[in-house]
Protein backbone atom coordinates (compact mmCIF):
# COMPACT_ATOMS: atom_id res chain seq x y z
CA UNK A 1 0.00 0.00 0.00
CA UNK A 2 1.52 3.25 -0.73
CA UNK A 3 1.04 6.64 0.74
CA UNK A 4 0.78 10.02 -0.15
CA UNK A 5 3.38 13.18 1.13
CA UNK A 6 0.23 14.24 3.13
CA UNK A 7 -0.55 10.62 4.67
CA UNK A 8 3.11 10.31 5.66
CA UNK A 9 3.68 13.55 7.34
CA UNK A 10 0.32 12.19 9.33
CA UNK A 11 2.10 9.13 10.37
CA UNK A 12 5.02 10.28 11.08
CA UNK A 13 4.80 13.64 12.32
CA UNK A 14 7.44 15.06 9.96
CA UNK A 15 5.91 18.27 7.89
CA UNK A 16 5.19 17.82 4.57
CA UNK A 17 7.53 20.62 3.30
CA UNK A 18 10.32 18.86 5.42
CA UNK A 19 9.48 15.48 3.09
CA UNK A 20 9.58 17.63 0.35
CA UNK A 21 13.03 18.89 1.21
CA UNK A 22 14.17 15.20 2.04
CA UNK A 23 13.69 14.19 -1.34
CA UNK A 24 15.07 17.41 -2.97
CA UNK A 25 18.20 16.56 -1.56
CA UNK A 26 17.98 12.72 -2.45
CA UNK A 27 17.71 11.88 1.22
CA UNK A 28 14.12 10.54 0.96
CA UNK A 29 12.65 9.46 -2.55
CA UNK A 30 9.36 8.69 -3.01
CA UNK A 31 8.45 4.76 -4.22
CA UNK A 32 6.68 6.86 -7.79
CA UNK A 33 5.67 10.06 -8.66
CA UNK A 34 2.34 9.78 -10.21
CA UNK A 35 1.58 11.51 -13.66
CA UNK A 36 -0.09 14.19 -11.24
CA UNK A 37 2.55 14.86 -9.72
CA UNK A 38 2.00 13.17 -6.47
CA UNK A 39 4.41 11.82 -4.60
CA UNK A 40 3.89 7.86 -3.51
CA UNK A 41 5.69 6.25 -0.34
CA UNK A 42 5.98 2.72 0.60
CA UNK A 43 7.12 0.10 3.33
CA UNK A 44 10.98 1.02 1.98
CA UNK A 45 10.38 4.35 2.33
CA UNK A 46 8.79 4.64 5.67
CA UNK A 47 11.71 2.15 7.19
CA UNK A 48 14.52 4.69 5.53
CA UNK A 49 12.50 7.68 7.12
CA UNK A 50 12.41 6.40 10.59
CA UNK A 51 16.10 5.41 10.37
CA UNK A 52 16.81 9.69 9.19
CA UNK A 53 14.17 10.32 12.30
CA UNK A 54 16.74 7.96 14.40
CA UNK A 55 19.71 9.80 13.52
CA UNK A 56 17.87 13.16 13.46
CA UNK A 57 17.39 12.44 17.29
CA UNK A 58 21.65 12.07 17.71
CA UNK A 59 21.85 15.20 15.78
CA UNK A 60 23.56 13.98 12.75
CA UNK A 61 23.34 16.36 9.78
CA UNK A 62 21.29 15.76 7.01
CA UNK A 63 24.66 15.26 4.77
CA UNK A 64 25.75 13.00 7.49
CA UNK A 65 22.60 10.68 7.51
CA UNK A 66 22.80 10.20 3.88
CA UNK A 67 26.58 9.13 3.55
CA UNK A 68 25.42 7.02 6.59
CA UNK A 69 22.29 5.40 5.01
CA UNK A 70 24.26 4.60 1.63
CA UNK A 71 27.12 2.98 3.47
CA UNK A 72 24.82 0.70 6.02
CA UNK A 73 22.50 -1.14 3.74
CA UNK A 74 21.64 -3.36 6.21
CA UNK A 75 18.80 -2.59 8.10
CA UNK A 76 19.30 -4.52 11.13
CA UNK A 77 23.07 -4.10 11.91
CA UNK A 78 22.00 0.09 11.20
CA UNK A 79 18.93 -0.43 13.97
CA UNK A 80 21.13 -2.12 16.25
CA UNK A 81 24.16 0.83 15.80
CA UNK A 82 21.15 3.33 16.37
CA UNK A 83 20.14 1.53 19.40
CA UNK A 84 23.53 1.90 21.20
CA UNK A 85 23.77 5.74 20.13
CA UNK A 86 20.75 6.21 21.92
CA UNK A 87 21.26 4.52 24.31
CA UNK A 88 24.49 5.95 25.27
CA UNK A 89 22.18 9.16 24.56
CA UNK A 90 19.88 8.16 27.63
CA UNK A 91 22.19 7.52 29.73
CA UNK A 92 24.24 11.00 29.91
CA UNK A 93 20.67 12.78 29.89
CA UNK A 94 19.80 10.78 32.61
CA UNK A 95 23.16 11.78 34.34
CA UNK A 96 22.38 15.24 33.48
CA UNK A 97 19.15 15.29 35.17
CA UNK A 98 20.13 13.84 38.18
CA UNK A 99 23.04 16.50 38.41
CA UNK A 100 20.43 18.76 37.64
CA UNK A 101 17.62 17.48 40.40
CA UNK A 102 20.81 17.45 42.91
CA UNK A 103 21.65 20.79 41.77
CA UNK A 104 17.95 22.38 42.51
CA UNK A 105 17.35 20.51 45.91
CA UNK A 106 20.37 22.11 47.22
CA UNK A 107 19.87 25.58 46.32
CA UNK A 108 16.14 24.83 47.27
CA UNK A 109 18.00 23.76 51.09
CA UNK A 110 20.78 26.35 50.92
CA UNK A 111 23.60 23.91 50.27
CA UNK A 112 25.08 24.18 47.32
CA UNK A 113 26.14 20.76 45.48
CA UNK A 114 30.15 19.93 45.89
CA UNK A 115 32.08 21.16 43.13
CA UNK A 116 33.03 17.25 42.35
CA UNK A 117 29.54 16.30 41.63
CA UNK A 118 28.84 20.05 39.72
CA UNK A 119 29.36 18.74 35.97
CA UNK A 120 28.62 15.19 36.24
CA UNK A 121 27.12 14.10 32.86
CA UNK A 122 29.06 16.52 30.77
CA UNK A 123 31.02 14.35 29.26
CA UNK A 124 30.74 14.51 25.69
CA UNK A 125 32.43 17.15 23.22
CA UNK A 126 29.32 18.26 21.66
CA UNK A 127 27.57 18.58 25.42
CA UNK A 128 30.24 21.24 26.21
CA UNK A 129 29.96 23.15 23.29
CA UNK A 130 25.87 23.06 23.46
CA UNK A 131 27.28 24.81 27.18
CA UNK A 132 29.40 26.99 25.83
CA UNK A 133 27.43 27.68 23.00
CA UNK A 134 25.89 31.11 24.39
CA UNK A 135 29.18 32.20 25.39
CA UNK A 136 30.80 31.17 21.36
CA UNK A 137 28.41 33.27 19.42
CA UNK A 138 28.83 36.70 21.66
CA UNK A 139 32.82 36.03 21.41
CA UNK A 140 32.42 35.83 18.01
CA UNK A 141 29.94 38.76 16.85
CA UNK A 142 32.12 40.85 19.04
CA UNK A 143 35.55 40.05 19.52
CA UNK A 144 35.86 37.51 16.20
CA UNK A 145 37.08 35.19 18.61
CA UNK A 146 35.94 31.56 17.59
CA UNK A 147 36.21 29.29 20.65
CA UNK A 148 34.91 25.87 18.72
CA UNK A 149 37.72 26.58 16.16
CA UNK A 150 39.80 23.86 18.88
CA UNK A 151 39.13 20.68 20.26
CA UNK A 152 37.86 19.87 23.78
CA UNK A 153 39.86 17.94 26.25
CA UNK A 154 36.48 16.87 28.53
CA UNK A 155 38.27 15.49 31.17
CA UNK A 156 40.17 18.86 31.30
CA UNK A 157 37.60 21.18 30.83
CA UNK A 158 35.14 19.08 33.64
CA UNK A 159 38.24 20.02 35.94
CA UNK A 160 38.72 23.03 35.02
CA UNK A 161 35.28 24.20 36.01
CA UNK A 162 35.07 22.08 39.00
CA UNK A 163 38.23 24.68 39.74
CA UNK A 164 36.56 27.55 38.75
CA UNK A 165 33.40 27.45 40.65
CA UNK A 166 34.84 26.38 43.34
CA UNK A 167 36.93 29.68 43.26
CA UNK A 168 34.39 31.77 42.40
CA UNK A 169 32.15 30.28 45.88
CA UNK A 170 34.82 31.53 47.91
CA UNK A 171 35.09 34.59 46.31
CA UNK A 172 31.24 35.15 46.80
CA UNK A 173 31.58 34.16 50.35
CA UNK A 174 34.00 36.42 50.95
CA UNK A 175 32.34 39.15 49.58
CA UNK A 176 28.89 37.87 51.42
CA UNK A 177 30.54 37.89 54.58
CA UNK A 178 32.12 41.28 54.26
CA UNK A 179 35.83 40.18 53.52
CA UNK A 180 37.84 42.91 52.29
CA UNK A 181 39.45 42.71 48.63
CA UNK A 182 43.00 42.61 49.89
CA UNK A 183 42.76 40.08 52.77
CA UNK A 184 45.31 37.63 52.80
CA UNK A 185 42.56 35.15 52.66
CA UNK A 186 41.43 36.62 49.19
CA UNK A 187 45.04 36.92 47.81
CA UNK A 188 45.51 33.03 49.10
CA UNK A 189 42.56 32.07 46.66
CA UNK A 190 43.11 33.80 43.63
CA UNK A 191 46.65 32.44 44.28
CA UNK A 192 45.82 29.05 44.27
CA UNK A 193 43.50 29.79 41.62
CA UNK A 194 46.41 30.77 39.18
CA UNK A 195 48.34 28.05 40.21
CA UNK A 196 46.04 25.94 39.19
CA UNK A 197 45.12 27.70 35.84
CA UNK A 198 49.24 27.68 35.08
CA UNK A 199 49.59 23.97 35.75
CA UNK A 200 46.65 23.74 33.32
CA UNK A 201 48.41 25.36 30.59
CA UNK A 202 47.42 28.78 30.58
CA UNK A 203 50.09 31.18 31.80
CA UNK A 204 48.27 33.44 33.27
CA UNK A 205 50.43 36.10 35.77
CA UNK A 206 48.47 38.22 38.38
CA UNK A 207 48.71 41.24 36.25
CA UNK A 208 47.33 39.44 33.21
CA UNK A 209 44.39 38.17 35.83
CA UNK A 210 43.77 41.79 37.15
CA UNK A 211 43.55 43.00 33.35
CA UNK A 212 41.03 40.12 32.67
CA UNK A 213 38.80 40.97 35.50
CA UNK A 214 38.47 44.59 34.70
CA UNK A 215 37.91 43.42 30.77
CA UNK A 216 34.63 41.51 32.60
CA UNK A 217 33.51 44.91 33.78
CA UNK A 218 33.45 46.29 30.37
CA UNK A 219 31.86 43.59 28.88
CA UNK A 220 28.12 43.35 28.95
CA UNK A 221 27.86 39.48 28.52
CA UNK A 222 30.75 38.68 31.46
CA UNK A 223 29.65 41.82 33.74
CA UNK A 224 25.75 40.01 33.30
CA UNK A 225 27.55 35.93 34.13
CA UNK A 226 28.65 37.46 37.22
CA UNK A 227 26.77 39.73 38.81
CA UNK A 228 23.59 36.85 38.15
CA UNK A 229 26.01 35.08 40.52
CA UNK A 230 25.99 38.00 43.40
CA UNK A 231 25.41 41.48 42.83
CA UNK A 232 28.93 43.05 43.15
CA UNK A 233 30.75 40.16 42.48
CA UNK A 234 32.78 41.16 39.15
CA UNK A 235 33.59 44.77 40.88
CA UNK A 236 34.79 42.76 44.02
CA UNK A 237 36.59 39.99 41.70
CA UNK A 238 38.51 43.21 40.06
CA UNK A 239 39.28 44.54 43.17
CA UNK A 240 41.02 41.94 44.59
CA UNK A 241 42.68 41.03 41.25
CA UNK A 242 44.31 44.51 41.19
CA UNK A 243 45.28 44.26 45.11
CA UNK A 244 46.95 40.68 44.36
CA UNK A 245 48.62 42.15 41.43
CA UNK A 246 50.20 44.81 43.05
CA UNK A 247 51.06 43.21 46.33
CA UNK A 248 52.90 40.26 43.70
CA UNK A 249 54.75 43.22 42.17
Known sequence: MLLTVKEVSELSKVTVKTLHHYHKIGLLEPAEITEAGYRLYGAKELERLQAILFYRELDFSLEQIGQLLDR????????????????????????????LRKTKAGLER?????????FVGFESEDEWREALREQSEYLKEHYDVELEAE????????????????????????LAGGVKHNDPRVHQSIREHLAFMNDHGHRIAAKDFAAQTAFFLQDEFHLRMLEDQQTGLAYYLNAAAAAYAEAES
Request: charged residues 35%; aromatic residues 4%.
Open 72 to 99: EPDRAAMLAEQEKLLEQRRQRLERIMDT
Open 110 to 118: GEPLPQEEL
Open 151 to 174: RIDVPEMNEQAAEAAAFMKNMSSF
